[in-house]
C-alpha cells in the first residue's frame, strides 16, 4: 500500500501529545510494511529544523516539509472579520505547501491520501485534482467542541464574541470536511459516535493513538517523594485553563491534609499567567529534555482539563510509564478507563483534592493503580496492531 500522510506540524521529536500520534502513526505504518511518503507544514510555533528529524525514519518516510508561520496576529484577526472563513484554519493555506503537495501527486501514485486533522481539509480539492487516491481524514479531536468549551469559561464578553462566531465557521467547515473525505478515522469512538450524529454517511474506522510499548520502561525508584505533576504543552490553552482551575481551586485543599507536597508544572510554552504563579509549594519547571526522565521522576500525574476533546495522548504515555493518575471526566474522555482500577476520576475541587490525597497517603493504592495502568495500555493500545487494523480498514475501501 502506497500511503502519503498530510500534517500541520513536524512529527519528530514527539514531544507533545499530537506529534506522538502523528509519529506512532507513521512508525506502525512502516513496520507494519507501508509505502509511505510524509509531508508536513513545519510551523514557527512547532518549528523542528528537518536535520534534527532521526535519519531512518526520515529516510523511510521520504521526509518533507515546508515552512509557514501560521501565528495568530492582530492585522489577521481583524481582516478575517471580512470573510466567511475560520481564522482557525484559513492560517494553514498557503501557495507553497499546495506546490510542494502537488509535485508529490505527479511523482508518484498513492493508494491513501490520509490527513492529519481537518485544518489541511483546504488542500482535499487539490489532491482530487491530481490524484485518484482515497482522502480520508484522521480526527485527532471533535476541533470545534474545544472552543465550545473554552468559550463556555470566557468572562470576556468581546473576546466571547468573536470566538463564538469562529468557532461557528470552524464547525461549518469541520462537517464539510468530512463529508468531503472517503472515509473517516477518529481517534475515539466518542468523537466517531459525535460525527454520525451530524448524519455524515462515510465509512469510519476508530483508530486510538498507540504506544511502542518496548520504549516505556518503568522505574519508580527515582520518584519524589509526595510529588504531583503536570506534563503537557502549556500554549495549548485548554493545558493552561487547567493547570490554573487545579492550583486555584484544588492545591490549597490538598496541602491542609499533606504539607509536604509539591505540584511540578512540566512543558514546553509556558505562558505569563503560568509563569508567574506564587503559590505554596508550586514548582514551574518548563520545557524538559526527555519525557522519560519526567515519568521517572515525579509520582502522581493529574490531567484536570476542563475543555478539550480527543484522546490525552500523555495520559496514555503515563500510564504507558506505571503513574497513578488522576483526571476529570473530559480529560480521561475516550480512553475508556475504569475509574478507581487504573485511575481516579473526578470532576469537582473536593473530590479531585481528595483522590489526589488518597494515592499520596496510602502506598497500597498506589501501587495497585501503577500496576492497573499499565496492565491497560499493554492490553488495549499496542501500536503496531492498532495500525495493521486500520490498514486492514485501508485495503476493504
Keep these: 500500500m502506497r500511503l502519503l500522510q498530510l500534517t500541520n506540524k513536524p512529527p519528530y521529536p514527539p514531544n507533545d501529545g499530537s506529534s506522538i500520534a502523528m509519529y506512532n502513526m507513521s512508525c506502525g505504518l512502516l513496520n507494519n510494511g507501508v509505502d509511505l511518503t510524509f509531508l508536513c507544514i513545519n510551523t514557527k510555533k512547532h518549528f523542528k529544523p528537518d536535520e534534527k528529524v532521526d535519519a531512518t525514519f526520515k529516510t523511510k ?7 509557514q508561520n501560521t501565528d495568530v496576529t492582530a492585522l489577521g484577526v481583524f481582516f478575517n472579520l471580512f470573510s466567511t472563513q475560520s481564522y482557525f484554519v484559513s492560517r494553514f493555506y498557503f501557495k507553497a505547501f499546495e506546490e510542494k503537495l ?11 491520501i490520509q490527513l492529519e486533522s481537518i485544518f489541511l481539509g483546504d488542500y ?46 470552524l464547525k461549518n467547515f469541520e462537517k464539510k470536511v468530512l463529508q468531503g473525505a472517503d472515509a473517516i478515522i477518529p481517534i475515539t469512538a466518542i468523537d466517531k459516535t459525535y460525527f454520525e450524529n451530524w448524519d455524515i454517511h462515510k465509512p469510519f474506522h476508530v483508530s486510538p493513538t498507540g504506544i511502542q ?60 499567567n503560568i509563569s508567574l504563579l506564587n503559590k505554596s509549594n508550586v514548582v514551574v519547571i518548563g520545557k524538559t529534555e526527555t519525557a522519560e526522565k519526567v515519568y521517572h521522576q515525579y509520582g502522581l500525574m493529574i490531567v484536570p482539563l476542563l475543555s478539550g476533546s480527543g484522546m490525552r495522548i500523555k495520559m496514555i504515555e503515563g500510564m504507558a510509564y506505571g503513574k497513578p493518575i488522576v ?67 485501508y485495503q476493504n475501501i
Design 61 to 67: 518516510s521520504h521526509y518533507q516539509s515546508v515552512y
Design 102 to 112: 502537488i509535485s508529490i501527486l505527479k511523482e508518484k501514485e498513492f493508494d491513501i
Design 124 to 169: 482535499i480539492p487539490v489532491i482530487r485534482k491530481h490524484s485518484q487516491a482515497k482522502i480520508t481524514v484522521r480526527t485527532h479531536n471533535v476541533e470545534h467542541l474545544i472552543w465550545q468549551r473554552i468559550i463556555a469559561n470566557e468572562n470576556n464578553i468581546i473576546k466571547r464574541k468573536y470566538l463564538s462566531l469562529q468557532n461557528k465557521r
Design 213 to 272: 510499548l518496548a520504549q516505556y520502561q518503568i522505574n519508580h525508584q527515582q520518584e519524589i517523594p509526595f510529588s504531583v505533576f503536570h506534563f503537557g504543552s502549556m500554549d495549548w490553552m485548554p493545558n493552561e485553563e487547567a493547570v490554573l482551575w487545579f492550583v486555584n481551586k484544588v492545591w490549597d485543599k490538598i496541602l491542609q491534609k499533606i504539607p509536604e507536597a509539591k505540584f511540578y508544572i512540566i512543558g514546553r510554552g509556558m505562558t505569563q
Design 327 to 393: 483526571s476529570t471526566s473530559i480529560g480521561a474522555e475516550g480512553i475508556a478507563v475504569t475509574t478507581g482500577k487504573n485511575c481516579l476520576v473526578a470532576d469537582t475541587p473536593d473530590d479531585f483534592a481528595e483522590a489526589v490525597v488518597k494515592i499520596l497517603s496510602d502506598k497500597e493504592k498506589k501501587d495497585a493503580l501503577q500496576k492497573e495502568a499499565r496492565s491497560f495500555i499493554e492490553n488495549y493500545f499496542e501500536n503496531d496492531t492498532l495500525i495493521k487494523q486500520l490498514i486492514d480498514f
